[in-house]
């Protein structure tokens, strides 16, 4: 066994390295133990009861807590607060999405972009929302950090940007959800590589 293996107990006491795990099944159990409650801490924040459609669409653009994530680095908190105003004219609109793709799709509409341009904000955008109404993807969306990690451990698996969790290796396909695994190899991106396949 590699030194990777945490523990919930050292969960919090600083960064563990993927790059210690000696397999990509310890990869996985190191990225279950770490992320153990942020799906249903998002959960819990993009699909709160409480808010209005239209405060849960402008609240879909932000961070957990409110704030500007990592992710959005490039917006400045203006350009998130109107495009968080242009998504709640949609509300009703993005409610009525029959899958996670078509709510993809109609937040690009919303957003007034070309199809796949800015892929990472409309897959945050959708992600959160999807939590709000039941609509998880049913794909490994591969932008950016996620389609590194896809590449590092298979060259080409990185395109298309949709792969189906079946395209994957079996420690990532059995024991992850198409979103966990989007999240798997952005966080893993730098350790994965080839011969890690299983």
Same mark, same amino acid.
Do not use: N
């Given at each position: 066994?590699?030194? *990777?293996?945490?523990?919930?107990?050292?969960?919090? *006491?600083?960064?563990?390295?993927?790059?210690? @795990?000696?397999?990509?099944? #310890?990869?996985?159990? =190191?990225?279950?133990?770490?992320?153990?409650?942020?799906? #249903?801490?998002?959960?819990?924040?993009?699909? +709160?009861?409480?808010?209005?459609?239209?405060?849960? *669409?402008?609240?879909?653009? !932000?961070?957990?807590?409110?704030?500007?994530?990592?992710?959005?680095?490039?917006?400045?908190?203006? $350009?998130?607060?109107?495009?968080?105003?242009?998504?709640?004219?949609?509300?009703?609109?993005?409610?009525?999405?029959?899958? !996670? #793709?078509?709510? &993809?799709? /109609?937040?690009?509409?919303?957003?007034?972009? /070309?199809?796949?341009?800015?892929?990472?904000?409309? &897959?945050?955008?959708?992600?959160?929302?999807?939590?709000?109404?039941?609509? $998880?993807? #049913?794909?490994? &969306?591969?932008?950016?950090?996620? $389609?590194?990690?896809?590449?590092? %451990?298979?060259?080409? =698996?990185?395109?298309?940007?949709?792969?189906? %969790?079946?395209?994957?290796?079996?420690?990532?396909?059995?024991?992850?959800?198409?979103?966990?695994? $989007?999240?798997?190899? @952005? =966080?893993?991106?730098?350790?994965?590589?080839?011969? =890690?396949? +299983?």
């Amino acid at each position: 066994m590699s030194s *990777c293996v945490a523990t919930p107990a050292r969960r919090d *006491c600083g960064p563990v390295s993927f790059a210690q @795990c000696a397999t990509l099944r #310890e990869m996985v159990d =190191l990225f279950l133990i770490l992320r153990k409650d942020r799906v #249903e801490q998002e959960r819990a924040w993009w699909a +709160d009861p409480t808010l209005s459609p239209e405060a849960a *669409c402008r609240r879909a653009l !932000f961070g957990l807590g409110g704030v500007r994530d990592t992710h959005q680095w490039i917006f400045s908190a203006a $350009e998130l607060e109107a495009m968080a105003e242009q998504v709640a004219l949609h509300s009703a609109t993005l409610a009525a999405a029959k899958d !996670f #793709e078509d709510l &993809y799709r /109609r937040i690009e509409v919303a957003l007034g972009l /070309r199809r796949d341009r800015k892929p990472l904000l409309v &897959y945050d955008i959708a992600h959160r929302l999807g939590h709000r109404i039941g609509r $998880e993807p #049913e794909q490994v &969306y591969l932008h950016a950090g996620p $389609e590194k990690g896809a590449e590092a %451990l298979k060259p080409g =698996l990185g395109r298309p940007r949709r792969r189906p %969790l079946s395209d994957f290796p079996k420690s990532i396909r059995t024991r992850l959800a198409p979103a966990q695994a $989007e999240d798997f190899l @952005c =966080l893993a991106a730098k350790a994965l590589r080839a011969d =890690l396949w +299983d």
